[in-house]
């Protein structure tokens, strides 16, 4: 009763615009690369125990220095990316925040709207936020 022949797979946001054809190629290209640089930038490790970097005995000692270095300039990259995307949307709050919502935090624009109000508004401003980054990837 009420079962499911498949498995439920919820869409991005990204996902959802572009399979109700709303967005172009070049759109949904750009905010993919924002929302994997976005979502890059803020994999911020915890600060550790310097403690918990010592091995014990029976257990391992966790990632090398060189992984650990490796990441952080993944990370810094991701930031810089994310940095230049941002200058490209001349640091407008309600680009910025679209992008950042429904590219980085793969939320439907109903979900970054706050409701079915403002979601038409939602998808507009994030039209034009794709459009900025798409151009200034030329």
Same mark, same amino acid.
């Given at each position: 009763?009420g079962g ?9 946001g990204?996902e959802?615009l572009?399979?109700r054809?709303?967005?172009?190629? /070049?759109?949904?290209l750009?905010?993919?690369r924002?929302g994997?640089?976005?979502r ?5 490790p915890a ?10 005995p029976?257990?391992?000692?966790g990632?090398?220095l060189?992984? &650990?270095?490796k990441?952080?300039?993944? /990370? /810094?990259?991701a930031?810089?990316?994310l ?13 910025v925040?679209?992008?950042?919502r429904i590219?980085g935090?793969?939320?439907t ?6 409701g079915d109000?403002n979601?038409?508004?939602?998808e507009a401003?994030l039209?034009?936020a &794709?459009?900025? &980054?798409?151009a200034?990837r030329r």
């Amino acid at each position: 009763r009420g079962g499911r022949e498949t498995p439920y797979h919820r869409r991005s946001g990204l996902e959802w615009l572009s399979a109700r054809g709303k967005l172009t190629e /070049r759109q949904r290209l750009a905010g993919e690369r924002y929302g994997a640089a976005y979502r890059r930038a803020a994999q911020a490790p915890a600060i550790g125990s310097t403690l918990e970097g010592q091995p014990r005995p029976g257990q391992p000692g966790g990632p090398s220095l060189g992984l &650990l270095l490796k990441m952080a300039e993944g /990370r /810094r990259q991701a930031e810089a990316e994310l940095a230049g995307a941002r200058a490209a949307l001349f640091g407008q709050g309600d680009l910025v925040t679209a992008c950042d919502r429904i590219c980085g935090q793969e939320m439907t624009p109903r979900e970054a709207a706050g409701g079915d109000r403002n979601a038409a508004r939602m998808e507009a401003v994030l039209g034009v936020a &794709l459009d900025l &980054l798409a151009a200034a990837r030329r």
